[in-house]
């Protein structure tokens, strides 16, 4: 997968997402249930970092309890609707937004307090491994990073509510087909954990 259809593909979900989520109770449950998971572990100062944080769903929210967000995002069209959002919010002065891949981040070693990775950016980024090793470069010692992943289950339930067809194909392949991209998952688990107890990057 290459990153240019990476950004195509948020290009083309931008204002879709949130509204197919808000109608589905499914789907607002498990947005409650990563809102609780999120502000258990974020602290309520200090920087974080949103790797791949789209249109501020996250950053908006947590920016309010106090913290500096550094929003870095690949669709332009994404972070031109960020900033809507955080105007509108009134939080210009508390979230900034960077154009860029989070394998090659333009940020010191050691910046920040926190990170968060939501949304599966892991899961579709080519060369998964090194984004990791960059998120944990750009993360102080003793501190937290937060990623979710669109595991194996929740596309079983995104392919059914598509179509029969779509769940059978996805049961049998792994492969989900969206905006063009086809995305194989093999993680059957939702929520990764790492916390930063030195310089030593994840290998």
Excluded at 17 to 34: A, N, P, Q
Excluded at 64 to 79: D, N, P, Q, T, Y
Excluded at 143 to 158: A, H, P
Excluded at 162 to 190: A, D
Aim: proline residues 3%.
């Amino acid at each position: 997968m290459r990153i240019k259809e990476i950004k195509k593909y948020y290009d083309t979900i931008i204002g879709k997402c949130g509204d197919w989520r808000r109608k589905h109770i499914i789907w607002r449950l498990v947005d409650e249930l990563k809102w609780r998971w999120i502000c258990a572990n974020a602290p309520k100062k200090g920087k974080v970092l949103d790797a791949g944080g789209g249109t501020g769903r996250w950053a908006i929210p947590l920016a309010k309890r106090g913290c500096e967000f550094f929003l870095v995002g690949i669709s332009e069209k994404a972070l031109c609707q960020a900033r809507k959002n955080i105007m509108k919010e009134g939080l210009e002065n508390r979230i900034y937004l960077y154009k860029g891949d989070i394998r090659k981040l333009p940020f010191p070693s050691n910046f920040f307090d926190f990170i968060l990775c939501e949304g599966d950016i892991i899961g579709i980024t080519p060369m998964p491994n090194k984004a990791l090793k960059e998120l944990s470069r750009v993360l102080k010692p003793n501190k937290k990073i937060l990623i979710n992943f669109n595991n194996y289950y929740s596309f079983l339930l995104l392919t059914l509510q598509m179509s029969l067809k779509e769940y059978f194909n996805f049961k049998k392949t792994r492969i989900i087909k969206m905006g063009g991209l086809k995305i194989k998952t093999l993680y059957s688990y939702t929520n990764y954990q790492y916390a930063k107890k030195s310089k030593t990057q994840l290998c």
